[in-house]
């Protein structure tokens, strides 16, 4: 298998239809694709990329869910758009806020599907956590997603829709009649890392992605988008070339035997594989730097030696190291690091050069933290004990 050659999965993405009489869902379109659906539907072939243009900064920029609002096009147009189309994101079931202040939503997809988005506040700046699978295909064995089986991907829609009903959220669209807001933005950064291995949906994650970065839209900027995978080797450099983010890797073992049992994809594409598609990505995208993402569990991957070993794989590779305090769930079979042993393993990493920034938990009182999202229904139907069976029997 080559970089090229694109991953698939046999797993569903439903198509393109809104509940409402079979009308064609205008958000996660990309502007070819919106062009096309205009034209297929009556737009003159001479007025589509205006037309594109115009409800483009509608739907992206000012946060309209109603033709009726789009008022710099003629009535008789807007009546034919209704007839047709529909502006839908997904609906939120439950919005939940940390004593820290962090946001977690639930929210409903197509098909009756629930997923978990969580908005995190900082100082200056807004970050995003967005899902791009219902469930998890990794199956990694610290994180309680993936004890939720994977049911299908994400559409475009879906993906940048969590996007939308966060900023509804915030308040953060312009308000009617003036120009856009012009503070500090409060969803200002974007991490897919959510529910789902963002790689295994490449094209809906990318087609979401660049409707975030639009600068007539959304308008992030690519280096305010963090993708991170567990590993799917083929699809990094493709990741690089067609969408440009900056990278994450869930990394967290530092030999291939431990890997193995902590993120079951390393047995496809090992320690050594992952690397070597590793040290080509900044210089694919231009990024600055690689994240490596390092969950800190008790007596598995927390010595000094670990540390060691950890500096002397990425050697070479532009990095940070983000050490992740295991945030624990019911019947998780792995205990958080002690602090000292965090701190020693994160000054090991420093002094070798690397920044090794530990990551302060947010969200844990609403199980919003790192590795602990989960549909609420699916969690709601089994007990402590339902659970722990289930990790026993799979593990």
Sequence with gaps: MTAETPITQDVMTLPRKAPEGGKVNLVGLTRDGLRDALIAHGTPEKQAKMRVGQIWQWIYQKGVRSFEEMTNLSKAYRAELETHFT????????????????????????????????????????????????????????????????????????????????????????????????????????????????????????????????????????????????????????????????LAVSFHATTNEVRDKLVPINKRWNIETLLGALKEYPRLSNSERITFEYVMLKDVNDSDADARRLVKLISGIPAKINLIPFNEWPGSPYQRSDEARIRAFADIIYKAGYASPIRTPRGEDIMAACGQLKSATERARKSRKQIEAEIQAEG
């Design 87 to 246: 502006i839908a994101v997904p609906e939120v079931v439950s919005r939940l806020v940390s004593n820290d202040g962090t946001r977690k939503y639930l929210v409903r997809i197509a098909g009756g599907h629930e997923v978990e988005v969580v908005y995190i506040p900082e100082e200056g700046r807004g970050t995003l956590c967005v899902s791009s699978q219902v469930g998890c295909t990794l199956t990694c064995s610290f994180c309680h997603t993936g004890t939720q089986k994977l049911v299908r991907n994400l559409t475009a829609a879906e993906i940048v829709g969590q996007i939308m009903v966060a900023r509804d959220d915030l308040g953060e669209w312009p308000e009617p009649g003036r120009a856009p807001k012009n503070e500090t933005r409060l969803l200002s950064n974007i991490v897919l890392m959510g529910m789902g291995e963002p790689l295994y949906n490449f094209d809906n994650v990318r087609d979401a992605m660049k409707i975030a970065m639009d600068g007539e839209g959304i308008s992030l900027s690519r280096r305010r988008i963090t993708l991170s995978t567990s590993g799917v080797v083929p699809e990094i450099a493709r990741c690089a070339e067609e969408i440009g983010c900056l």
